[in-house]
Each structure stands twice: as structure tokens, then as C-alpha cells.
């Protein structure tokens, strides 16, 4: 099985900053993308941004040049540095990975999600 753990998100003024960050933990498992995903009430959940294991990333236009998405693959963790905040960029973020736990086949694995409200 594989866990993850998210941090960051909160409350913030339009035009500000926040970083999001989560950990992966479980056992043997091997990574294939890492990204970020939000949905806001009423909507879809969309994605935001995801980078594969050789740091190739790709982003909603939504959020290009505004967000930056990383990962750090020794430790399992993604995070991502959301700059410029809009009032629009206010959801619940979810982290997501794509991986293969023990051998099985690759699957999705979702955070739990964290609150990202932006005021204007």
C-alpha cells in the first residue's frame, strides 16, 4: 500500500503565496508521475500540474507562470509553489501519484486534499 501525506494550503490574499507539499510512505513502490490536482465546489476536479520522474512537468494554462512544480524523488515528495494567487485558484488540492506498489500494476493514488482559499 502507499500513503500520502499532504501539508500546506491555508488562508491567503490574492496575489500571495502558498507551497503544498506530500510525502509518499508504504512499501516497496516505484513512482511514474507525481502531481496536483484541485476541485472547487461544484466543479470537476482538474489538473493543476505533474512532473514525471526525470522532472519533465507540465501545467494547466490556468496556472503557468504562477505555479512551480517539483519533486524531490529521493525522499517521495512532490510540492508545489503556487505565486500570484487569484481568488479562482481556491479549491481543495489533491495530491496524486502514479505509481506501482510491489510489483502490481500501476494505479492512481490520492491525498486526502487540502483547503487552498484565496480572499480577494
Known amino acids: 500500500q502507499v500513503q500520502l501525506v499532504e501539508s500546506g494550503g491555508g488562508l491567503v490574499q490574492a496575489g500571495g503565496s502558498l507551497s503544498l507539499s506530500c510525502a509518499a510512505s508504504?512499501?516497496?513502490?516505484?513512482?511514474?508521475?507525481m502531481g496536483w490536482y484541485r476541485q472547487a465546489p461544484g466543479n470537476e476536479r482538474e489538473l493543476v500540474a505533474r512532473?514525471?520522474?526525470?522532472?519533465?512537468?507540465n501545467y494547466a494554462d490556468s496556472v503557468k507562470g504562477r505555479f512551480t512544480i517539483s519533486r524531490d524523488n529521493a525522499k517521495n515528495t512532490v510540492y508545489l509553489q503556487m505565486n500570484s494567487l487569484k481568488p479562482e485558484d481556491s479549491a481543495v488540492y489533491y495530491c496524486?501519484?502514479?505509481?506501482?506498489?510491489?510489483?502490481?500494476?500501476?494505479?492512481?493514488?490520492w491525498g486526502q486534499g487540502t483547503q487552498v482559499t484565496v480572499s480577494s
Open positions: 508504504g512499501s516497496t513502490f516505484s513512482i511514474a508521475l
Open positions: 512532473i514525471s520522474g526525470g522532472g519533465i512537468a
Open positions: 496524486n501519484i502514479f505509481a506501482s506498489a510491489a510489483g502490481a500494476t500501476l494505479r492512481n493514488y
